[in-house]
């Protein structure tokens, strides 16, 4: 519960600067590892959603990416989802550039799902990597918890390190959906594979 409320307080309506620093916040403060195995999976999986939808934040899509200016930001979770609540509770009746959000759970993904941010978890890399490549040069911003499987790797990739949440980001792969990810973002990273243009961030 405390841990909740920590991530409400730091989910708020944009605002570029304070929520770099939410995310900063969650990227350096709070360790997993601190505490008892059963409840650091969860207390991992609660931050993880907290940078699902932050990460949003910080993605330009293409016009195209939305049939309209009133479509919704489609967040998506294929295959297993380790969220429960703790994603529904860090999304509710927040928005992305002006969008509202909604929360899709899918047996597994495509093209034609209709997904803005694709979170593909679980242990079968081989899968993830599949839907991956079934999204690849969409608007898709394709998030994995692969846990260092290349075969499996999405734009942003979840990673522990020093027994915290981090994330490394494959910037070249944004710009095969066509994403642009803000320089702020690429920042927080703890490895970038920059795109082959100059044009990195806003």
Same mark, same amino acid.
């Given at each position: 519960?405390?841990?909740?409320?920590?991530?409400?307080?730091?989910?708020?309506?944009?605002?570029?600067?304070?929520?770099?620093?939410?995310?900063?916040?969650?990227?350096?403060?709070?360790?997993?590892?601190?505490?008892?195995?059963?409840?650091?999976?969860?207390?991992?999986?609660?931050?993880?959603?907290?940078?699902?939808?932050?990460?949003?934040?910080?993605?330009?899509?293409?016009?195209?990416?939305?049939?309209?200016?009133?479509?919704?930001?489609?967040?998506?979770?294929?295959?297993?989802?380790?969220?429960?609540?703790?994603?529904?509770?860090?999304?509710?009746?927040?928005?992305?550039?002006?969008?509202?959000? @909604?929360?899709?759970?899918?047996?597994?993904? =495509?093209?034609? #799902? !209709?997904?803005? $941010?694709?979170?593909?978890?679980?242990? %079968?890399?081989?899968?993830?990597?599949?839907?991956?490549?079934?999204?690849?040069?969409?608007? @898709?911003?394709?998030?994995?918890?692969?846990? =260092?499987?290349? #075969? !499996?790797?999405? $734009?942003?990739?979840?990673?522990?390190? %020093?027994?915290?949440?981090?994330?490394?980001?494959?910037?070249?792969?944004?710009?095969?959906?066509?994403?642009?990810?803000?320089?702020?973002?690429?920042?927080?990273?703890?490895?970038?594979?920059?795109?082959?243009?100059?044009?990195?961030?806003?």
């Amino acid at each position: 519960m405390e841990l909740l409320n920590i991530l409400r307080r730091a989910v708020t309506r944009f605002n570029p600067r304070a929520d770099l620093a939410a995310l900063a916040f969650i990227c350096i403060a709070l360790t997993p590892g601190a505490i008892a195995t059963a409840q650091a999976e969860v207390k991992e999986y609660a931050l993880k959603a907290a940078f699902l939808y932050k990460f949003g934040l910080f993605v330009e899509w293409p016009s195209t990416a939305f049939s309209s200016s009133t479509s919704p930001v489609n967040l998506c979770i294929a295959g297993e989802d380790p969220f429960g609540e703790s994603l529904d509770k860090v999304v509710a009746g927040e928005r992305i550039n002006g969008r509202n959000v @909604v929360i899709r759970r899918l047996k597994t993904a =495509g093209r034609d #799902s !209709g997904c803005h $941010i694709l979170y593909i978890g679980g242990s %079968d890399a081989q899968r993830g990597g599949q839907i991956i490549e079934a999204v690849r040069g969409s608007s @898709v911003l394709t998030v994995s918890d692969a846990r =260092g499987s290349t #075969s !499996g790797a999405g $734009i942003i990739d979840f990673v522990i390190k %020093d027994n915290r949440v981090r994330f490394d980001i494959d910037d070249e792969a944004a710009a095969q959906n066509g994403l642009v990810i803000s320089s702020k973002l690429l920042s927080l990273a703890l490895n970038v594979k920059r795109r082959a243009s100059s044009k990195e961030g806003r």
